[in-house]
């Protein structure tokens, strides 16, 4: 997003305005969408920037420039968000056929050993699960 306007601009852990990430990612000091691939949020901006009204090629090619550039993406060693990595994980063990899955999402979501995974997770990861 061009930063142009004083609310365009994100904020700082302690209530700055930040000088390279806008409102809609950075907020208190925290990425919005921590864990998010640079792919995953070029898509991420593509979708958006194509509801507010740019065409999708000029869209994709802006954020394709853009994103890569930013301090966000420049670091190989960034931390890793547990809840991002834990919804992954399970959505792989739901794909194995280690478990399944009731509901569709939300805290309401359940996830149940099949005794394939009950077996594979203990032999792969070392994880007990009864």
Same mark, same amino acid.
């Given at each position: 997003? =061009? +930063?142009k306007k #004083?609310?365009?601009?994100? &904020?700082?852990?302690?209530? &700055? /305005? &930040? #000088? @390279?990430? $806008?409102?809609? $990612?950075f907020q208190n000091g925290r990425f919005l969408d921590e864990g998010i691939t640079l792919q995953e949020k070029i898509e991420k901006n593509v979708k958006f920037a194509t509801q507010m009204g740019m065409a999708e090629d000029e869209a994709r090619k802006m &954020?394709?420039?853009?994103? =890569?550039? +930013? /301090? /966000?993406?420049q670091t190989g060693d960034r931390p890793i968000n547990p809840?991002?990595?834990g919804s992954r994980f399970l959505a792989y063990c739901v794909k194995q056929g280690w478990l399944k899955q009731q509901g569709s999402s939300g805290r309401g979501t359940k996830w149940y050993p099949t005794n394939k995974g009950k077996? @594979? +997770? #203990? @032999? #792969?990861?070392?994880? @007990?699960?009864?």
């Open positions: 997003m =061009p +930063l #004083k609310e365009d601009f994100g &904020s700082n852990a302690g209530g &700055s /305005r &930040s #000088k @390279e990430y $806008c409102f809609h $990612c &954020s394709s420039s853009v994103l =890569p550039k +930013l /301090r /966000r993406w809840y991002w990595f077996k @594979e +997770l #203990k @032999e #792969k990861f070392g994880i @007990e699960v009864s």
